[in-house]
């Protein structure tokens, strides 16, 4: 494999899961209820099926997944993107997660009020580097890995 060839599809979901496990920053975008977008920048963990962030309950990113519960979140670069469709509910970690999102994130949000966890489901995970991997990019669909 050349630099200029596609990864294969195993590769991407490897680099995918790796990203995951490390990044410790998602672009996460919501939609209030009457269709006006919000992104903002989140620290998150992921859990080997879930994603959990948190931010105050106040702010938009949780006010609008209270009344629409999907998400996008994108990791990365322009040339190295992970693009994840995901559901939110109000499921808490476990301690021993709760503790990992703050070792990882580097921020505690448990001594903080109104700050709760946000557990969002992967349902649809698209990951490219280049215009050559656009076509095989999806690697979940419906909640399931494709590969």
């Known amino acids: 494999m050349t ?10 979901k490897q680099d995918t899961l790796h990203r995951l496990e490390h990044d410790v920053d998602a672009w996460v975008a919501t939609a209030s209820p009457d269709g006006t977008p919000y992104l903002m920048p ?6 080997g099926q879930h994603l959990f962030l ?3 309950e106040t702010n938009p990113t949780a006010r609008n997944l209270r009344t ?3 998400a996008q979140l994108t990791l990365g670069e322009f040339r190295d993107v992970i693009h994840i469709t995901a ?8 301690p021993a997660e709760a ?5 990882k994130a580097g921020f505690d ?3 903080l009020p109104n700050y709760p966890f946000i557990r969002l489901t992967p349902t649809k995970i698209q990951a490219w580097q280049e215009v050559n991997e656009i076509k095989d990019r999806l690697l979940m669909q419906g909640g399931l890995w494709l590969i």
């Not at 503790?99 to 070792?103: K, R, S």
Request: charged share 15%.
């Open 54 to 56: 948190s931010t105050t």
């Open 99 to 103: 503790q990992a999102f703050v070792t």
């Open 87 to 94: 559901t939110a509910d109000s499921t808490q970690p476990t």
């Open 3 to 12: 630099a200029t060839d596609p990864r294969p599809p195993a590769i991407r």
């Open 68 to 70: 629409n519960p999907v």
């Open 42 to 47: 989140l620290s998150f963990l992921w859990t």
């Open 109 to 111: 949000p448990r001594p």
